[in-house]
């Protein structure tokens, strides 16, 4: 009788350790939780009180912010190009320009070649825009997306 007594205190002695760590973890999963939430909390984003709901407002957050510096980069680059050339950008919005005369695969290998030709001075024009897009950002260049040749 005290054997089993004494086995199933143990059996109650383990089970209360096995819960309390189980708790400790639990506590510092609520912690690194509310931690993520206070974070995102302090960028001024408008979304629900679940942690849920602040995850998906940073990433349309995110989003947002990707669309406004590639708008930006392909404003200023047009900026750039307008200061060197005479451009009618209505026209150049348009997108490329093939004669009529090419069927769809020589219309195709005329607009490759095209951007063949563009790669290293976008290469260059862009590198001149990496602070403005990406302001702190260190190491990395456009150079490290492979490719491209020299402008």
Request: hydrophobic share 40%; no cysteine; aromatic share 4%.
């Amino acid at each position: 009788m005290k054997q089993a007594l004494q086995a199933e205190t143990e059996s109650k002695e383990a089970v209360l350790v096995a819960q309390t760590e189980t708790q400790r973890e639990l506590d510092e999963m609520v912690q690194a939780a509310s931690a993520a939430s206070n974070e995102i909390a302090g960028t001024g984003l408008q979304s629900g009180s679940s942690l849920a709901s602040r995850l998906r407002a940073l990433g349309g957050h995110f989003t947002s912010r990707v669309k406004e510096a590639l708008l930006l980069g392909v404003r200023k680059a047009l900026g750039v190009v307008t200061t060197h050339y005479q451009a009618d950008l209505s026209k150049l919005a348009a997108g490329y320009v093939v004669a009529d005369t090419l069927n769809d695969e020589e219309a195709v290998a005329v607009m490759e070649e095209a951007d063949a030709a563009a790669d290293g001075t976008a290469r260059v024009l862009a590198g001149h825009f990496e602070g403005v897009l990406f302001p702190g950002e260190d190491g990395g260049g456009w150079d490290d997306l492979g490719g491209g040749g020299d402008p």
